[in-house]
Every structure is written in C-alpha cells, then in structure tokens.
C-alpha cells in the first residue's frame, strides 16, 4: 500500500499565485521527499528534509514536516506555468529501506 | 555524467509473451529501485536491489516478475508470460549508496501488452 496521500489530488490557480499541496504518511520515516513529473516523463527530486527538520526553503519552494501529524507540505511561491506537473511526496523510514511514494497531486497554473 | 538510461522506451508484447526491461543507473550509484505507473496514478513500489543483491522485492508479485542487477551491466527487470494487466508504464530509479539518498529517476519504458 502506499505510504503516502497528497492533497488536494488536482490544484489549479493562475500564474502568479502561491500554490499548497500536502502529504499526509502512516508510519514513522527517517527522511521525506518531495518529486516532480512532468506527463510522461521521469520524477525528478525537488527537496528532501529530514525526521528532524521542520521546515526547508530551496529557491521558490517550501516545505514544512510535522512528524506529530506525520504530514508534510510544499508551497510553491509565485507560480508559473512552468510549474504545471505532477508532485509527488516520498518517505523512507531509514536504514536500506524502500523509499515509497505517494498519490500525487496534479497542479496546473495557467497563464 | 550520463542520468538512469532505460530501454527501450515502448515495448509491445502480446499477450504470453516475455517482457525485459534494463535499467543502466548512473555511474557510482549501486542501488536501483523499480517502480509501476498506471495512468493519472502514483508509483507503486516494485523492487529495491543492490549490486548482486535483492533487498526488498515486497512489491513485485511472486508469480511471473523478477528483477536482478548483476555486478556487471543493467538491471533488468522480467516480466514473464505478460497479461494486458501488466501494461503500464516501468520507472527506474537510481542512487548512491546511503541513507536518504535522493534517487535519480530514468524516463521510463512504455509496455502495452496486445
């Protein structure tokens, strides 16, 4: 089963404005990950932030972990309609562990 | 430094055939995971291997699937006898050795099965 829910599970706002998506997750986890998909293209990695970090900042992009909650979210600042893909939230729970992803959530920003 | 290369990247298979993928990570990474897309769907964990070695394969199904990643070239994973169910899209991930490594994915291979 997957690990991982994204919400909302589609997002769409117009360029410019901020958009929030969040990752809610089941067990404990060492490290979260957030991932990019552009449509039928492979996943790229976007920022990992680990069990004892609350929040990371990497250019436009923010996420915050709440492992009280086991949730997680990413706020991306300003959008363009570069942004429009799919992202997907990804935990492990340390050690060679498998890394499991979650259901997605698909963001259009339009012109 | 060349990214995860899959191939081919659409096979077609009929139904009873056999399906091989490859997987050639990038270079100085020894872990390969494999993953399973359905359309408008999320990744379903497959196989997680290290050179020579299967670390968790909780995701493949026991009957028909195996993966294997030798010392020398790609990891293939086999899907033996497909059924149209199988038809999917295969990812293929990458990553250095280590905790919390973040993985580098390939572009995927398209199997649709007749």
């Known amino acids: 089963s997957q690990q991982g829910e994204e919400d909302p599970q589609a997002l769409s706002i117009q360029e410019g404005e901020n958009a929030t998506m969040n990752c809610s997750y089941k067990?404990?986890?060492?490290?979260l990950q957030w991932y990019r998909q552009n449509s039928g293209r492979g996943l790229v990695h976007l920022i990992l932030?680990?069990?004892?970090?609350r929040e990371k900042h990497s250019g436009r992009l923010r996420v915050t972990l709440d492992t009280s909650k086991k949730s997680s979210s990413l706020l991306i600042t300003a959008s363009r309609a570069a942004d429009t893909a799919s992202y997907f939230c990804a935990t492990d729970r340390g050690g060679y562990q498998k890394v499991t992803f979650g259901t997605g959530t698909k963001l259009q920003v339009i012109p | 430094n060349a990214g995860v290369m899959q191939n081919p990247r659409h096979l077609v298979r009929r139904r009873g055939q056999e399906a091989r993928l490859r997987c050639s990570p990038m270079k100085g990474h020894s872990h390969v995971y494999w993953y399973r897309q359905l359309p408008e769907e999320g990744l379903k964990f497959m196989v997680y291997l290290q050179k020579e070695n299967i670390i968790d394969e909780s995701g493949m199904p026991k009957e028909r699937f195996s993966a294997e990643f030798p010392k020398e070239g790609p990891s293939i994973l086999r899907i033996q006898q497909v059924v149209r169910g199988d038809s999917a899209a295969y990812f293929c991930?990458?990553?250095?050795?280590?905790?919390?490594?973040?993985?580098?994915f390939g572009s995927g291979t398209q199997l649709s099965v007749l």
């Open positions: 932030i680990r069990s004892n970090e």
């Open positions: 067990t404990s986890i060492n490290n």
């Open positions: 991930a990458s990553s250095r050795p280590g905790v919390g490594e973040k993985l580098f």
